[in-house]
């Protein structure tokens, strides 16, 4: 089964334990109108920097992060541990919003922002200081209290920020930025579609969904 995963280029590694999970976008990603940059780019970004990290390899309990990429959130990023959600500051470049915290299950929480704002380049060593926080904070006495909600829960988020904030500002000068060149060679590796150009005619398409109930339903479902 394995095998068949490496055939078309996946793997099930970190599929399971107490690590960094694979990292999940919205739906739409790539051709949503609204959105500032393809999440899916910085998705494989984190999945390379977090796949067999030696540091992160056995947290307190699983780690789940999600990216939108645009400022409308499809990808439920408040109900995981790590949620980014891109938009612009007031110069107009784009960056991340940073929430942690969320969860669902027994114990729902929506997290709590604690950046307002953050450059692309300093994505990695921020989420560095995030999960290293976590690795020696986290609780490991109780499965039920080790997921990253009940430490920011416990000690606030304002707290969490202040440790964050100072593990950050060591790590900015031990470990390089993300490169602008890496992202765009991601990026390239998510190249659009070939899409026909069509005309858009609403009228016709209005007949469509008129005439068909299941048509219409799709659209209602998948066109944003």
């Not at 999940?24 to 998705?43: F, H, K, L, M, N």
């Not at 990290?53 to 645009?70: D, N, Q």
């Not at 990023?77 to 919003?97: Q, S, T, W, Y």
């Not at 290293?132 to 920011?152: E, F, S, T």
Request: charged fraction near 25%.
């Amino acid at each position: 089964a394995q095998a068949d995963l490496a055939a078309v280029e996946m793997h099930c590694i970190q599929s399971s334990g107490n690590c960094v999970r694979n990292t999940t976008s919205d739906q739409y990603a790539g051709v949503a109108r609204d959105e500032i940059a393809d999440p899916r780019v910085y998705c494989e970004i984190i999945r390379q920097w977090s796949t067999l990290h030696p540091e992160f390899s056995y947290l307190p309990r699983k780690f789940k992060i999600a990216v939108t990429g645009s400022p409308n959130d499809r990808a439920a990023v408040k109900v995981h541990d790590i949620g980014l959600r891109m938009h612009r500051n007031a110069a107009g470049k784009p960056g991340f919003e940073v929430i942690v915290g969320g969860g669902q299950g027994r114990t729902p929480f929506v997290g709590k922002t604690i950046r307002d704002w953050l450059a692309p380049e300093d994505l990695l060593t921020y989420l560095d200081a995030i999960l290293r926080v976590y690795n020696l904070n986290g609780r490991r006495d109780n499965i039920h209290k080790a997921r990253i909600k009940i430490l920011v829960h416990q000690i606030g988020a304002d707290e969490f920020r202040r440790r964050v904030d100072a593990e950050w500002e060591q790590l900015r000068t031990e470990e390089l930025p993300l490169p602008q060149s890496e992202i765009d060679r991601i990026n390239a590796c998510f190249a659009p579609a070939p899409y026909a150009q069509l005309a858009d005619i609403p009228e016709a398409l209005a007949e469509q969904r008129a005439a068909n109930k299941v048509f219409d339903a799709w659209v209602q479902a998948n066109i944003a």
